[in-house]
T-cell receptor, first 111, second 111 residues
Framework: NAGVTQTPKFRILKIGQSMTLQCTQD?????MYWYRQDPGMGLKLIYY???????DKGEVPNGYNVSRSTTEDFPLRLELAAPSQTSVYFC??????????FGPGTRLTVT | GQQVMQIPQYQHVQEGEDFTTYCNSS?????IQWYKQRPGGHPVFLIQ?????EVKKQKRLTFQFGEAKKNSSLHITATQTTDVGTYFC???????????FGGGTRLMVKP
């Protein structure tokens, strides 16, 4: 199993540009999550999904959108990028009652 | 909403000294999980505690879950340089769909 994969690993965006961060898991997990982690800080939940077709907002959803058309994929869309969205983005997945598996992260800089 | 607080935020120790990080939730938790994040890496699952008053050990690491299921601790005996990283606790809500992460404790070990 590859686990949780994220692309790209790094990205530099200009203010106002848009992009999609990809996340795929091959463990047939129902639950998937997107977090952002600012330097030296903890993890803040952006959006989560409890299954295909179901998504819900987390703590900091503004400026982001998600979709979950399949069990495997949970892309995160940034519209009109702003410098405040400079961060490391982690995707994670898990099964009911089990631990959470994290992807390697996407390091995003908005200038 | 559920809040999980973690102290201390930082801890510098001499190699061989002990280390403890504490985690407190504003609400009763279904379970609590601990993760370790090495510098530049992603969070990796360490352990899950489910029962009130539960204590689990992993070599030099001892994890406790409080009787009221609102607090937890991680104790490392005789730290080593390989213990360097940030330790996060995460509480699972009663609906079982979301983990709320504490802010993390960053451990630095001087050789």
């Amino acid at each position: 199993n590859a686990g949780v994969t994220q692309t790209p690993k790094f990205r530099i965006l200009k203010i106002g540009q848009s992009m999609t961060l990809q996340c795929t898991q091959d463990m047939n997990h129902n639950y998937m999550y997107w977090y952002r982690q600012d330097p030296g800080m903890g993890l803040k939940l952006i959006y989560y999904s409890v299954g295909a077709g179901i998504t819900d907002k987390g703590e900091v959803p503004n400026g982001y959108n998600v979709s979950r058309s399949t069990t495997e994929d949970f892309p995160l869309r940034l519209e009109l990028a702003a410098p405040s969205q400079t961060s490391v983005y982690f995707c994670a997945s898990r099964s009911w009652g089990e631990e959470q598996y994290f992807g390697p992260g996407t390091r995003l800089t908005v200038t | 909403g559920q809040q999980v607080m973690q102290i201390p935020q930082y801890q510098h120790v001499q190699e061989g000294e002990d280390f403890t990080t504490y985690c407190n939730s504003s609400t009763t938790l279904s379970n609590i999980q601990w993760y370790k994040q090495r510098p530049g890496g992603h969070p990796v699952f360490l352990i899950q505690l489910v029962k009130s008053g539960e204590v689990k050990k992993q070599k030099r690491l001892t994890f406790q879950f409080g009787e009221a299921k609102k607090n937890s601790s991680l104790h490392i005996t005789a730290t080593q340089t390989t213990d360097v990283g940030t330790y996060f606790c995460a509480g699972l809500n009663n609906a079982g769909n979301m983990l709320t992460f504490g802010g993390g404790t960053r451990l630095m070990v001087k050789p």
